[in-house]
């Protein structure tokens, strides 16, 4: 399987988990395996948000394309993601985001309380 990734700024979040020519999205499943090598199937035909162009299959391999959404803080390899090949069974792993930092003017912002004597 091969799944493209199309960046998006928002703020939901994506799982996704693979078994055989089935994907399960944020719990939804989707059953791909009645397409035969050469079918394509549209987008519009999958009633789900997270698809976006064509779902093909190609050389017995399925090849979609997903939105992958990107929280404030996301990464450069979350903004231009590789395709993920060979997608093996399981929980897809997607790019993260880059860890969220408090900076020093959120601390100067909100001081520390002072202890009630």
């Given at each position: 399987?091969?799944?493209n990734?199309?960046p998006?700024?928002?703020d ?6 693979r078994?055989g020519?089935?994907l ?5 499943a989707f059953?791909?395996s009645?397409m ?6 549209p ?7 997270w698809?976006?162009?064509?779902l093909?299959k ?5 090849e979609?394309t997903?939105l ?6 996301y990464?450069?390899?979350q ?5 993920l090949?060979?997608v093996?069974?399981g ?18 912002a909100s001081?520390?309380?002072e202890?009630?004597a």
């Amino acid at each position: 399987m091969k799944i493209n990734l199309s960046p998006q700024r928002r703020d939901d979040t994506l799982q996704v988990s693979r078994v055989g020519a089935t994907l399960i999205v944020n719990g939804e499943a989707f059953d791909f395996s009645r397409m035969n090598d050469g079918d394509t199937l549209p987008a519009s035909a999958i009633k789900c948000e997270w698809f976006v162009n064509q779902l093909d299959k190609v050389g017995g391999e399925l090849e979609l394309t997903l939105l992958l959404p990107l929280p404030q803080n996301y990464s450069p390899a979350q903004a231009f993601p590789v395709p993920l090949l060979d997608v093996p069974d399981g929980e897809v792993l997607f790019p993260q985001p880059l860890p969220e930092v408090t900076s020093a003017l959120e601390a100067v912002a909100s001081p520390a309380q002072e202890p009630e004597a």
